[in-house]
Structures are given as C-alpha cells and as structure tokens.
C-alpha cells in the first residue's frame, strides 16, 4: 500500500465518529422467566438501591376494559412502595403528560401495556422509561422508519432481508420510545435524536438529544417479561441501583 493511500485511509477513520466512544449499557442484574409472584413485593416499600419491575400478564379483553386494568395495575404495583392501599394514590402531569405520584418522597415510575401484558417499572432515583412490543409484531416497517426514524436507520434497515428489518425494527422502537418516556418528551420529533447500535440487540446507546444529559448518565437494558414479549427499560441516573421483578396474578 502507498503512503498517499495510507494517509487517506487514516484520514477516512478518523473523520468517522468511533462507536466505541459511545458508553454500552451498564451490567444489570437481568431477571430470568418466569419471573416470580409479585406477593413476595406486595407489602414491602422499596429498598434504598431497588429497581422494581411488575409484569402482568392478561388475555384478551373489550377496548372498554383496558384503561380500567391498566389504572388496577398500576396502583397495586406502586401502592407497596409508598406505605399506602391503592385507591389513596395521587396522580399529576408533567407540562407534556408523562405522569407522576403527588406523593413526598415518591419514586419514578413509568409503564408500557400491548397485547398480553403490562409492564410497570419503579426507580427509587432518577428517571425510568419502559416500552414493551409482542415479538410477532409485524409493523410496516419502511413506512414507519421513513417517518420516525433517522436517515441512516432508515437505510440500515432497507438494507436487511425482512425478518431481519422487522426484528431490527423492533429492537430500535423499543429502545428509543423507552429512552423518549424516561425524559417525558413525547416521541414526536425526538424518536430520530436518540440512536442505538443497529448490530447490537443488548441496546447500545451510540447518540442522545443534548436535553438528555450525557450518555454516562443512562443506563439501557432489553428485558423479556414473557417468551413472545420483548421490552427496554430506560434510566437516567439510576447507578447502583439492582433490580427486582415480580408476576402480578391475572
């Protein structure tokens, strides 16, 4: 090889952001299936270093009776931890939804529910985010990439055979509307500011919008709540903390 050839190839390398200056999502200790009955949780607040996951799974049910169990779940998850009985929770919003308890002290929480489950995660510190899809989700995947995603994404995945797009697909959506919950964004305009490794399915974080803090800051972990569910769980300055997860009974 020339000198000249050598010198544009190290030019080349250089101009190109390295993935590896990107921070990989931090150890966890990430629950096996079947995750345990959530009684063992139910009467206990949460320790001073707890993450907590509620996994519920349900059958099929009328469009009606959703946000009655949704409401039913969240409360029986998130009542253990502030000492209270369900019904005495309180809810607000922040200034673009993303709900809260109005209670001293409490913890972060957020939620995600589709087809087969709700999945209710609980932080003690710091900001958590959740989004969970069925694995046999089959999305109009093009479609969807061009409107949400980035111009880079978009090519990524145009390059794949189909069920390598979808299954890609899948693993990206999740991990940004996670990311997009724990700040309380919305997913409008923001799903294409948050970028994760396209080869990488433990969900590695490559580039945030600068309203999300630093990078160091994050922690991302992809979870299987059930064998035909997959979900990423999103947090912000929850270092140290350990998780502990638990099945809500139908």
Known sequence: MSARRAARRRRRAASRP???????????NTPTLPWPPFAALAHQPLADDELRLCWRPHGDEPPQARRARVDQVLRAALAPTLGLVPEALRFGREARGRPFLQHPG???FNLSDTEGGTLVAIAVRGRVGVDLERIDRRPPVARLARRYFAADEVAALAALAEEPARLAFLQLWTAKEASCKATGTGIFGWLPRWRFSLQDAATRLLEAPADAG????????????????????????????HLRAGTLAP
């Open 106 to 108: 409490a913890p972060d």
């Open 18 to 28: 390295p993935e590896s200056t990107a921070p990989a999502s931090r150890p966890v």
């Open 214 to 241: 630093a990078m160091a800051r994050w922690t991302h972990l992809r979870l299987a709540p059930s064998p035909a569910h997959t979900a990423v769980l999103a947090l912000r300055d929850g270092d140290g903390l």
